[in-house]
């Protein structure tokens, strides 16, 4: 079984002294070409890999691998390797490929990695070594002729993401004991720059990541914004085709229904003149009665239908003239109050004065109340209308749980709001009075 080197192995001849110094300042020059190298291909993992073993190659020759271990942490793989002799390299490719992968067993190859020292196998151990790699792939490597293995751990801050392997052939002396230092001080500068690049290839992928995800979030705003106009847009052409066929009613009601109505009485006045006797007089004069009657409630239609004092004296005063309307003997006494610095658009105009308008038809169908109050003011890019009165009250919940057929003013104040993209509550308890408050964006 082979060992890892120790450092009593690195011990010198005195004789050679003279040849080592001089060898000594080459290898301080490679180990500062090797750094140099590795700093300028440093966001570059492949790069960088292809500079380490070919640099190591022409250092210690003959052929420099890389093997890293994968993420799993047991499962070690060729990455990269050079030799000048092109048919060498493919031979020890192969025969590296054919190595088993899983460092647990206790093999030469993995030896490195869990000792974190280099290793050096010659004679029977790399005969033994070369065995793992089935017959092939051995004989290949020894037909080759080569005679030495080195395996250096790639270290980095205190532990191994690898090997640096060097295998000699003939012509070449084994790997001495400074060989497999330096190349140990190679394969540690070689480690840091690995793992540097590959830390540097993560950090640039998750800013990538993080690039993309932020055009992903734009593009859903800008998707967001654009539904939003177009509901706006829709919003408005909705609100607008509703006023306009209420505007079309109130005319037809005006010209036609009322006029008609006006000549029945016109001409029952007539009758009424020529009428044989007293008590045909009278009847026709309760007919009279009725028809007046009619054209007034026909007018109260026609006010409700219409909203062109909106354009002409704006939200609050037109909702106060819907109130005065509505309690001719200020009965609720009401009061119509706002802050609103500018006159809102004309469909949010629309939409706040039908849902005043229904809530105030509210407190005079059903509440009892005293006094009644409407406010409006702005808020949070929208503007809030609140009616408040003092009145019966009643169970919203029981209301809307029941939802009792022709009843829709409730439902359709809310779904005016949110059709405008606003929101609307209702806030009863029987005898406790009824707040309805909605707010719409402007
Ligand atoms: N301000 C209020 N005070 C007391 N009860 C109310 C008030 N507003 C609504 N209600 C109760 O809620 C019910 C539902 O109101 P909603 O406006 O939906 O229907 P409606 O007024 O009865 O009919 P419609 O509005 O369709 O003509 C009313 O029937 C009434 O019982
Ligand atoms: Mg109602």
């Known amino acids: 079984m082979p060992r890892p080197l120790q450092e009593e192995d690195r011990a010198e001849p005195v004789i050679r002294r003279h040849v080592m110094s001089r060898r000594d300042e080459k290898r301080s020059r490679d180990l500062e070409e090797l750094s140099a190298s590795l700093a300028a291909s440093i966001t570059n993992t492949d790069g960088v890999l292809s500079r380490v073993v070919k640099l190591v190659s022409s250092f210690l020759g003959d052929t420099a691998a890389v093997r890293l271990l994968a993420e799993d942490g047991v499962t070690m793989r060729l990455v990269a390797a050079h030799d000048e002799d092109d048919t060498a390299l493919s031979v020890i490719r192969n025969a590296l490929d054919a190595l088993p992968h899983d460092i647990t067993r206790a093999l030469p190859h993995s030896l490195p990695v869990r000792e974190a020292k280099p290793v050096l196998l010659q004679g029977s151990e790399l005969r033994d070594a070369l065995g793992l790699m089935g017959g092939e792939h051995s004989a290949m490597v020894e037909d080759l002729g080569v005679h030495c293995l080195l395996f250096c751990p790639l270290r980095v801050h205190g532990h191994v993401i690898g090997t640096l392997d060097l295998w000699r052939r003939n012509g070449r002396g084994s790997y001495s004991q400074r060989d497999a230092s330096f190349a140990q001080e190679l394969a540690d500068r070689a480690a840091l720059a690995i793992e540097n690049a590959r830390l540097v290839e993560r950090l640039r992928a998750e800013v990538e990541d993080r690039k993309h995800n932020e055009e992903n979030l734009r593009l859903t705003a800008e998707l967001l914004q654009r539904a939003d106009e177009q509901r706006r847009a829709l919003m408005e052409n909705l609100v607008s085709a509703q006023e306009e066929e209420r505007r079309r009613i109130a005319v037809d009601v005006h010209d036609d229904s009322i006029q008609a109505m006006a000549a029945i009485g016109l001409r029952l006045q007539i009758l009424r003149r020529h009428a044989p006797n007293h008590e045909f007089a009278e009847r026709i004069s ?135 993209g606003g929101w609307l509550t209702v806030d009863s308890k029987p005898n406790l009075g009824t707040t309805v408050r909605c707010w719409v964006p402007v």
């Open 286 to 420: 309760r007919i009279e009665d009725t028809v007046t009657e009619s054209i007034g409630r026909l007018r109260s239609l026609l006010f409700r239908l219409e909203s062109v004092s909106l354009e002409k004296v704006g939200l609050a005063r037109t909702v106060e003239r819907f109130a005065a309307e509505l309690f001719p003997d200020n009965r609720p006494r009401f009061t119509v109050h706002s802050r609103l610095a500018t006159e809102p658009a004309p469909h949010v105009q629309a939409v706040l004065y039908r849902i005043a308008q229904e809530s105030l038809t509210n407190v005079q169908k059903h509440a009892k109340a005293a006094e009644v109050s409407v406010k409006l003011h702005e808020e949070d890019h929208g503007i809030v209308l609140s009616t408040q009165d003092d009145g019966v009250g009643f169970d919203h919940d029981d209301v809307v749980r029941r939802s009792l057929p022709g009843h829709m003013g409730l439902q359709s104040m809310q779904e005016r709001a949110s059709i405008a």
